[in-house]
């Protein structure tokens, strides 16, 4: 069987009208001779409010029963997306997780698929019928629902992508596709016609917001193409693959940038083995995730500033717990919530030399000052001064010819 798995996200699915042109959208492939797989999340706000209504009960609600409640927004909706389809004169029908089923380890809110058992699906295909499967959830070895967490729609179309060998997993979406940067941001922002796994897990893990970056590393993991498309326009989106697929000649990719960090400094630390990891383990006890670090080594080799970046609204958490921790002495303890992360993506930089030196002079140009640097082998992150973030964003979008 010719196989393709469809993904519609919440934008997607969000009123009646938009659900009927998720059935035109689905016949389109049927006309092509494709047995179609389709996956729905809940319709746009639907999540939002019922993970309100379980706070409304308690800020502890029940793990189990919030994965039972948060799951039902996406029933909903495949129930509307095959009743459009039936009208149409189509064999369809909405299938949960535990009719499948589709069997996920057994922790709530956060799951992940383990297996997927094909035999009632591949059925149905084969009588002609278009499957619509609830994305997000799936059921333990206790017959409980699981949630898959963050985009865990992308996560459930992908997994049966792999499952069912299909020949591709299309993700729809309302953005044509990855941009170069974020186009609400910069207006001569460019769609990327295919990335790879890895420039697009370190995008989405840097703020993109097209994906959620588990579900890029299962794609990656398993190999499964993934488009990117609008469910709106009749546009090819942008296709998600390994790098060898790659026919780009770009140094850089993608640039993304940050608006939620801040900025902490430890001064005066004694300079010995074991100080950093007695700062950062009760960070890390408190789930609170550190970022880019840097150490300035003293002249006089007994003391040294520690600086590390994390989210600002965990900024209060993080100084008491700092400031409670008796096994570290320093200083003083200085924060800066006025500023941004930015980075440059590409695989192309671990072939190409200079691009360091590229990204530092572009911004020295423009007078930035770089206060913290990261870098991975695909990836240059500098944090900048908040208020020279757009400036940053578009001399480093001409330098690296992203527009073109």
């Not at 009646?16 to 999340?41: G, L, P, Q």
């Not at 057994?106 to 619509?132: A, D, F, M, V």
């Not at 003391?303 to 590390?308: Q, R």
Request: hydrophobic share 40%; net charge positive.
């Amino acid at each position: 069987m010719k196989i393709v798995v469809l993904k519609f996200g919440g934008t997607s699915v969000g009123t009646i009208e938009k659900i009927k042109n998720v059935a035109n959208i689905i016949v389109t492939y049927r006309k092509k001779k494709y047995k179609v797989i389709v996956v729905s999340s809940a319709m746009s706000g639907v999540t939002n409010s019922l993970v309100s209504k379980s706070r409304q009960i308690s800020e502890n609600f029940s793990s189990s029963e919030y994965d039972v409640l948060v799951s039902s927004g996406e029933q909903a909706a495949c129930a509307l997306i095959a009743g459009s389809l039936i009208q149409k004169g189509l064999k369809s029908r909405s299938w949960l997780a535990w009719q499948i089923p589709i069997i996920t380890n057994s922790e709530h809110k956060n799951s992940r698929i383990n297996k997927i058992n094909k035999n009632k699906i591949t059925k149905y295909l084969r009588q002609g019928g278009i499957p619509i499967i609830a994305g997000f959830q799936g059921i333990n070895k206790e017959d409980r629902i699981t949630t898959i967490g963050r985009g865990g729609s992308d996560a459930s179309a992908i997994m049966l992508a792999k499952f069912f060998k299909a020949e591709r997993c299309v993700i729809y979406t309302d953005v044509e596709g990855v941009y170069s940067t974020d186009p609400n941001k910069l207006n001569k922002a460019k769609k990327i016609k295919s990335i790879s796994y890895e420039e697009m897990l370190e995008m989405a893990s840097l703020g993109a917001k097209v994906m959620q970056p588990v579900s890029i590393q299962d794609a990656r993991l398993n190999r499964i193409d993934v488009e990117v498309k609008s469910s709106f326009k009749k546009k090819i989106g942008t296709l998600i693959t390994k790098r060898t697929n790659i026919t780009s000649n770009k140094i850089i990719t993608g640039i993304t940038s940050t608006q939620n960090d801040a900025k902490v400094t430890l001064v005066g630390v004694k300079d010995k083995p074991g100080v950093a990891a007695s700062i950062f383990k009760p960070l890390s006890t408190n789930s609170i995730n550190v970022d880019m670090v840097v150490q300035n080594i003293s002249a006089n080799g007994k003391e040294t500033d520690l600086t590390f970046t994390i989210k600002n609204e965990e900024l209060n958490k993080t100084k008491k717990i700092i400031l409670a921790n008796k096994n570290i002495n320093f200083r003083k303890l200085l924060f800066d919530k006025g500023v941004s992360k930015i980075s440059i993506i590409g695989v192309g930089m671990i072939t190409t030399p200079g691009v360091t030196f590229r990204m530092f002079q572009t911004l020295a140009k423009k007078k930035i000052n770089i206060q913290v640097i990261s870098t991975s082998e695909i990836k240059i992150s500098v944090l900048i001064n908040k208020k020279d973030i757009m400036k940053a964003l578009s001399a480093l979008h001409n330098e690296f010819k992203l527009d073109k």
